[in-house]
């Protein structure tokens, strides 16, 4: 399904190749240019990203404890293998990492770009991520550009949208636990013997 708008109508292309025009203003043409068409990598592609990474950099990390990308870069840091970069220009350092003011900052270029910017944000982020040559972005649970998803993969990057590299790490590593905490106290997995 496509859709094409003028200031006045709304015309879509629906999948059985007819094709209808809507008052732009109307419910059901904004119903239908909020209709989230862009699919991008399946879980076994997801799986094969994270497994190929060696670094990640999380754009717009916090030193807040009770925001999100503090508790990314946290299970990151503890769970995984990879080099962990945070990126924040008002930061200095978070989980006693070096904080990054840019991407272009960077040590080295990171397998996995991370963000945690709003939607509006992400095509700039794209445009950095191309600059500095790094292959995927990742955007994280609940962050929605279909646009920019769009846009960065006619840039050549793969691109994961409104996914938490946490939540998806941790499913393909078992260490997926009630509320996303690895308390270690249950656990389905047999103790070696």
């Not at 945690?116 to 095509?123: G, H, L, M, N, V």
């Not at 960065?152 to 941790?170: F, N, P, Q, S, Y």
């Amino acid at each position: 399904m496509s859709t094409a708008t003028d200031e006045s109508t709304t015309v879509t292309q629906l999948p059985n190749g007819l094709s209808c025009e809507l008052p732009a203003d109307s419910p059901l043409a904004r119903l239908l240019r909020s209709q989230r068409t862009w699919v991008g990598p399946d879980a076994k592609q997801r799986l094969g990203i994270l497994q190929r990474a060696k670094s990640v950099a999380i754009v717009g990390a916090s030193s807040n404890p009770s925001r999100a990308s503090y508790f990314v870069g946290t299970y990151l840091l503890q769970s995984s293998d990879y080099r962990v970069y945070f990126v924040n220009p008002n930061a200095d350092t978070i989980l006693g990492q070096p904080v990054y003011k840019s991407l272009a900052d960077l040590p080295e270029v990171p397998d996995i770009v991370d963000v945690f910017r709003k939607p509006s944000d992400i095509p700039s982020v794209i445009d950095e991520v191309v600059a500095i040559g790094s292959p995927t972005v990742w955007v994280q649970l609940g962050i929605w550009n279909e646009d920019a998803a769009r846009y960065g993969e006619e840039k050549g990057l793969t691109v994961v949208m409104d996914r938490c590299i946490k939540i998806e790490h941790a499913r393909f590593n078992g260490n997926l636990y009630l509320f996303g905490f690895d308390t270690g106290v249950i656990s389905a997995r047999k103790t070696a013997r």
